[in-house]
């Protein structure tokens, strides 16, 4: 009678015993698949972040091909990782600042060759400059002195000009005067041949004597006067030779 209770706490103390058992076992399974979730996490995190940083890296290389602004911003955008990983992510820190200072090196190099040459062509035009106005000042100057010529010239013509136009005026008075006097002493001598007598101052051939041998004045040719003259001579002579016979008879 007693055995049985016995019998009973034996067989309740072997199943708690049973169940402690299976409790640690199953604890035991946990603890030894917790490990390896881990690794295979932090394993997969890392590739993700070489990947972000290899993206990245492409990222630096294009922009530097395309010669765009490297920024933080700019190169999140074009690796299509946030800037947040940039900053936080010691590598990729590392090489955004790297890159950054390297692009703002060569800008500034490339600013300094380009302000140098600049520079260069400024100093270059400023000698050229120089040098023309070295030689406008020269070409001014004789410029200068060739209107000072000139106009010394101009001063001397207008003051010898009214002597000598007064001289030519002179000269063709003197030559007018010449011809009225020969005028006048053809007149004389026609009229000094007719007072001599009908003979030879009726006479065509006297009149045409007369007119052959008055002397030319101006250029060589008779004046109208002297031609008006010599025809109202021949005009009386043949008028005087057509009477003549008439008183004869």
């Not at 103390?13 to 881990?38: I, K, Y």
């Not at 002297?226 to 109202?232: E, F, G, I, N, V």
Request: hydrophobic content about 35%; charged content about 25%.
């Amino acid at each position: 009678m007693h055995l049985a209770p016995v019998a009973a706490e034996n067989s309740g103390e072997d199943a708690s015993a049973s169940v402690m058992e299976l409790n640690a076992g199953a604890g035991t399974c946990s603890r030894a698949s917790v490990p390896g979730q881990t690794a295979a996490a932090v394993a997969a995190r890392r590739r993700q972040t070489e990947r972000k940083l290899t993206d990245v890296d492409a990222a630096i290389a294009q922009l530097r091909r395309e010669r765009g602004r490297l920024t933080v911003r700019g190169i999140a955008a074009r690796a299509a990782v946030s800037a947040t990983f940039l900053y936080e992510n010691p590598d990729a820190r590392a090489r955004v600042q790297a890159a950054i200072a390297d692009s703002k090196s060569r800008h500034d190099r490339a600013t300094a060759a380009e302000h140098e040459a600049i520079e260069a062509t400024w100093r270059e035009r400023a000698l050229n400059a120089e040098a023309e106005l070295t030689r406008a000042q020269k070409e001014i100057f004789v410029q200068r002195q060739r209107l000072g010529e000139l106009m010394g010239h101009l001063r001397d013509l207008s003051q010898t000009a009214p002597g000598e136009s007064t001289r030519d005026h002179r000269l063709l008075q003197e030559r007018l005067e010449g011809a009225h006097g020969g005028d006048h002493r053809r007149n004389g001598d026609g009229r000094h041949l007719r007072c001599q007598g009908p003979g030879l101052a009726d006479s065509p051939s006297a009149a045409n004597s007369r007119a052959h041998l008055a002397p030319p004045i101006g250029d060589g040719f008779p004046s109208p006067r002297s031609r008006q003259s010599s025809q109202s001579s021949s005009t009386s002579a043949v008028a005087s030779s057509q009477r003549s016979p008439r008183r004869h008879k």
